[in-house]
């Protein structure tokens, strides 16, 4: 049972944008700090951007800053990724994760060990 699960990826030339979205099961999801990571294999998961519970503060990683927008809706219990000027340095499987121990802080984290809930990915492929 998927609790968090993302979509929006698809394959497209540098210079693209694509919108990420995760969609959570649980309002409760809407307290917590939330993050994106992507991944590629052989490499470990790296940090993209948080935002906290609020949406009033975000972080996020150098590669993407200027890029890349986080933003979520509690409405409709969602996180999104806007991702601008793709480049081919930014093709990997990207994560969408939930941190409950941040519920309610104005906390972001570039940390793994801090989210414990994750979606099941969505496949970003840039081509140069």
């Known amino acids: 049972q998927v609790q968090l699960h993302e979509s929006g990826g698809g394959s497209v030339p540098a210079g693209d944008s694509l919108r990420l979205s995760c969609i959570a099961s649980?309002?409760?999801?809407?307290?917590?700090?939330m993050g994106w990571f992507r991944q590629v294999p052989g490499k470990e998961r790296e940090f993209v951007a948080s935002?906290?519970?609020?949406?009033?503060?975000?972080l996020y990683a150098d590669s993407v800053k200027g890029r890349f927008t986080i933003s979520r809706d509690h409405g409709v219990h969602a996180l999104y990724l806007t991702m601008d000027n793709l480049e081919s340095s930014d093709t990997g499987i990207y994560y969408c994760a939930g941190a409950s121990r941040f519920r309610t802080l104005d906390v972001t984290s570039p940390l793994l060990a801090d989210y414990d809930f994750w979606g099941q990915g969505t496949q970003v492929t840039v081509s140069s």
């Open positions: 935002i906290n519970w609020n949406g009033e503060t975000s």
């Open positions: 649980a309002r409760v999801f809407n307290i917590y700090t």
